[in-house]
C-alpha cells in the first residue's frame, strides 16, 4: 500500500494497519471462549451500575486498562448531520491530564470524522489496529491532530473499534498503547463486543443527559419568564439577565443589542456574564447603518443561528463591534431576534470562545429566550415612553420657572445647561440678537463649555449664521422651529463654512427658530444637536415655548446690561480718584512696606532703595554684611515683593550642613546612590522651581560644591545624585555671607567665577553700630515680641536704660539686641527695664564696694571656652577651620558636649 495515502480498510498489509480477522480458527487464544464468555458477563454486571460519564471512565480506568494494556481510551460520537467526532468519554494516565495539547478532549472537543482512521473504522465495521510510526508517513493533510498529540507522548499503536448506537449517531473507541506488542489479535473480538457494551450504555446515558437538559430548560424558562413580567427598565432587564444567565453553562458572554429602526442603528444594551466587556462594543459609529445592515443579513429567518467569528471575518464591510469580538477572544457566536409586536426590536447575542463548539443543540431553548426578551422588550418600550413623557414635562416646567427670574448671562447659561441639556442632545447653542443701529445679527449667548465653543470662534457664526439674507427672512418668518441635517444643509449653503466645521465635530443637526413675542423678532436661536432625528415632533413643538421664554430672559438680561452700564458711567469718576488715591497708597507701601524689617535711619533707607530696585527682576542678588544683621529678613522682603510671591521662598545654610550632604541637599538623590540613600529625594533647587532659593552662608560652600553650583545657576539645569537625567530649572537666587568674598577669592578659598556670577547687584547691610538711630525704633518692637513669649507685660525701657544701648558698639549686631532685651525682660522684676547688663559695663553698686567674688564651675569655664571657640568659627562644627579641629576633639565628642552643656546654636548663627 501506498504509505503516503489513507489507509483502505478492504486491503489486509502488515505496514502499518493490520485488517483484524474475526475468524477465531485463525487465532490462538490466550483465553478460552468460556472465559471470554465470563468476562463479558463480569463487565456487563457492572456497567448496570454506571449513570454517568465520570463513572463510565472510572469504570475504563479500573476494569479494562490491566485487562488489554492501554494507556488512553478516547470513545468518540460520530454525528452525522455534521460529520464531526465529539470525544464524550476518555481515560488518560494522570501525567498527561494537565497537559495543554489534551485540553481540546478534556473540553469534549471535536474533529472531522473524515481524518483516515475514523472513517476507515466505520467503513471497516470491525476493529483495527494503526502503528502510530507508519500514520506520521501519511501526506501531512490526511493524518489526524490527535495521532500527532498522542505521538509526541510515546504512544506505539491505536486500536479503533467501531460502534453503531443508532441511525443518526455512530462512533468510534481508540485504544492507545505505549508498547509496540499491544493488542494482540486474540483480545480484538472480546474488545470489540466490550466496545458495544459501552456503546449501549452510552447511549443511556446521553438520553439521561437529554432529560435532564430538557427538565433544565423547562424550569430555567419558567424562571426567567417569571422575572421578565415585572421588568420595566433596561437596567432592571439587566440585572435580571445577570442572575438567570450565570446558571446556563454553555456560553461565555451575552448581548442584547436594542434596534433604532428610524435610526437604522443598534444600540448596545444590558448583560455580561463576566467581564462587562461587551456592553460598549458597539456604540457611536459602530451602531451606524453598516453595522444595521450587517447584522441583518445575518436573519433570512426569524429562527437563531450561530456563525463562527473566523468565517465572519472573511466578509466585506466588517463592522468594527466583530473585531472587537476576535479580540476578547470570541471563536463562536449564537443570534436571535428579539421583536416588539411583529416589528425587530433587537438582537440576542451569545458568545462562546470554544472553536468547536455548536449552539444549535440548544436552539430551542435560545429561541425560547428570544421570545421571552420579545415579551420584555414590549414592556420596556411601554415605560419608557410613560417615564419619557413624565420626564420632559418635568424639565420643562422647571426651564419655564428658571427662566422667569433670570437676571444676567451666568444664569442663563447655568439654566441651559441644567434644564436643555436634559431634554435634548445639545452639542451647541448659539443666541444671535438684532443691533438696533446696524441691524445686523451678531451671537449673544453660546455655551463655553461645549467642544464646539473650544474648536470655533464666534466669528465663524457671526452673519453666516442664517447663511443668506432669504434663509434669515425664511427663519424669522416662520412660526415653527425649522430642522436641518447638517451635511445636507451645508451642501446647499456652502457659503457657510462653519456649518461643515460642526459636522466634522460630530454635529448631525441643526435648529433654527425666531426669537421674539408676536410680530416682533429680536434674533435667532440655534441649536446643534449631535444625532439625526433626534426630535420627535412633541419636541420640536416644545422648543417654541422654550425659544419664547429664552427671548423674555434675553430681552430682561440687555435691559439689566443697560441699567449697568448707566450705574457705571455714574461711578466712574468717583472710582477714578479712590483709585488713584489706592495707587498712591501702594506706591508708598511698594518702596517701604517690609514689615519684617525696623529701621529709618539713612542707612536703611539705602537699603530700602535698592531692595525695591531689584525685587521685581530676575537678577541674582549677593547680600553681604556682618552676623546678626538680618540678611535673611531682606532675602525675605526681596521675595515677597517679586514676582515669585505666590510660591515658598526655599532657605539653604550651607554652613550647618556636613560637606558630603551639600550636594544631595542642594540637588537631590537617587534611591541607592549612596549609602543610606533609601529613598529619591528632591533637593532644594527643586523644590524652589519657579520660585526663590536662598542661600545663606554660601562663603562657606566647599570649592567642589562651588562647581556644580555655578553650573546650575548658569546652565539652570541640575543632575541629582547618582541620576542621569538632566532637570531643567527656573530658580531665582538670593545669596548671603558675612565673609568678605573677595578677599576668599584671592586666597583660594572661593571660586572667581562663582564670586562674579553670585555679584549682579550687592546689597550691604549696614551695622547696628552704623545705624545707632534705629535702636529706639527696634527696642519697643522687641519687648513687645519677647513679653508675649515670656508672659511678663514689660513694654518699657528707662531712658538711662536707652541710653546705654545707644553707647555700646554691638558687635553682634540686631540679633545682639534682640537676645539682650529678652534677657532683661527675664531679669526684671517690674513692669519696666531699668537697666541693661551689657558686656565690658560694670555692675557693681552704687556705693563702688565690689560684690562677693563668685568663682566658675569647671562646666561652666568649659561651656564658655566652647562658645568662643564656635563664634570664632561662626558655628562651623567640622571640616577644615572647624571647632572640632580647633579643640581636637572628635565632632561626635564635641557634639555630645555641645548637648549636655545646653549651648543653643542658634546663637552661634550669622
Partial sequence: MDSKKKPDPKTNTQSGVELLAKDKGNTKDELSFGSDREVLLSIAKKLVYVRSRESLEEFVGQNLKDLFGFSDMVFMLVFKQKARLMAVIKYFEQERVIRPEYLYLLKGG?????????????????????????????????????????????????????????DQVSGVIYFYSKDSEAFPQNRHELLFSIGQQLSAVMLNILAREEIQKRDFEKEFL????????????????????????????????????????????????????????????????????????????????????????????????????????????????????????????????????????????????????????????????????????????????????AMASIRNKNDLQKVINEKLKKLLPVGDLVACVKDDQTGEYSPYLRDPDSVCSQEMNYTDIALGCYIDKEFERQVLRSSVPLVYDLEELSDQKAEASYLKKYYKLGMREAVYVALGTGAVKTGILILILNSRKSLTQNFINLISGIAAQLSIAIANIIANEKIERQIEEITRYKQQLEEENLYLQEEILTTHNYSEIIGDSHAMHEVFRLVSQVSESESTVLILGETGTGKELIARALHNTSKRKDKVMVKVNCATLPSNLIESELFGHEKGSFTGATDRRIGKFELANNSTLFLDEVGELPLDLQVKLLRAIQEKEIERVGGRTVIKTDVRIIAATNRDLKKEVAAGNFRSDLYFRLDVFPIVLPPLRERIDDIPFLVPHFLQKHSKNTKKEIMKISSMALKQLMAY??????????????????????????????????????????????????????????????????????GIGGAAQILDLPISTLNSRIKKLGIKKHYLKD
Fill in 110 to 166: 471535536t474533529c472531522s470524522s473524515d481524518d483516515g482512521i475514523a472513517d476507515a473504522t466505520l467503513k471497516a465495521g470491525h476493529p483495527l489496529v494503526f502503528t502510530m510510526d507508519e500514520v506520521l508517513q501519511w501526506e501531512a493533510e490526511n493524518i489526524p491532530p490527535y495521532v500527532t498529540v498522542f505521538s509526541e507522548n510515546k504512544m506505539k499503536k491505536l486500536l479503533t473499534i467501531p460502534i453503531a448506537v443508532d
Fill in 809 to 878: 558698639q554691638w558687635p553682634g549686631n540686631v540679633r545682639e539686641l534682640e537676645h539682650m532685651i529678652e534677657r532683661s525682660i527675664l531679669l526684671s522684676n517690674g513692669n519696666c527695664i531699668t537697666h541693661v547688663n551689657l558686656p565690658g559695663i560694670s555692675d557693681q553698686p552704687e556705693g563702688g564696694e565690689e560684690g562677693p567674688l563668685r568663682i566658675k564651675t569647671i562646666e561652666e569655664n568649659e561651656r564658655d571656652h566652647i562658645v568662643k571657640v564656635l563664634k570664632s568659627c561662626k558655628g562651623k562644627i567640622g
Fill in 222 to 401: 419558567l424562571k426567567l419568564g417569571n422575572s421578565l413580567s415585572g421588568v420595566r427598565t433596561k437596567n432592571d432587564l439587566a440585572e435580571t439577565l445577570d442572575e438567570h444567565f450565570h446558571n446556563l453553562p454553555f456560553f461565555s458572554e451575552a448581548l442584547i443589542l436594542w434596534t433604532d429602526k428610524e435610526e437604522q442603528m443598534f444600540i448596545p444594551a444590558t448583560h455580561d456574564k463576566s467581564t462587562g466587556v461587551f456592553l460598549s462594543s458597539v456604540s457611536g459609529q459602530d451602531a451606524s447603518e453598516k453595522n444595521y445592515a450587517f447584522l441583518n443579513q445575518l436573519f433570512p429567518a426569524g429562527s437563531p443561528i450561530e456563525f463562527s467569528i473566523k468565517n465572519a471575518l472573511l466578509k466585506k464591510d466588517i463592522p468594527e463591534c466583530v473585531f472587537r469580538w476576535a479580540e476578547n477572544g470570541i471563536k463562536k457566536v449564537a443570534a436571535a431576534k428579539i421583536f416588539h409586536v411583529t416589528e425587530p426590536a433587537g438582537i440576542l447575542f451569545l458568545f462562546s470562545k470554544e472553536t468547536d463548539f455548536y449552539f444549535e443543540h440548544y436552539f430551542d431553548l435560545i429561541a425560547s429566550m428570544a421570545y421571552q426578551l420579545s415579551a420584555a422588550a414590549a414592556n420596556l418600550h411601554a415605560a419608557e415612553q410613560m417615564q419619557n413623557r413624565e420626564k420632559e414635562k418635568s424639565i420643562l416646567l422647571e426651564l419655564n420657572s
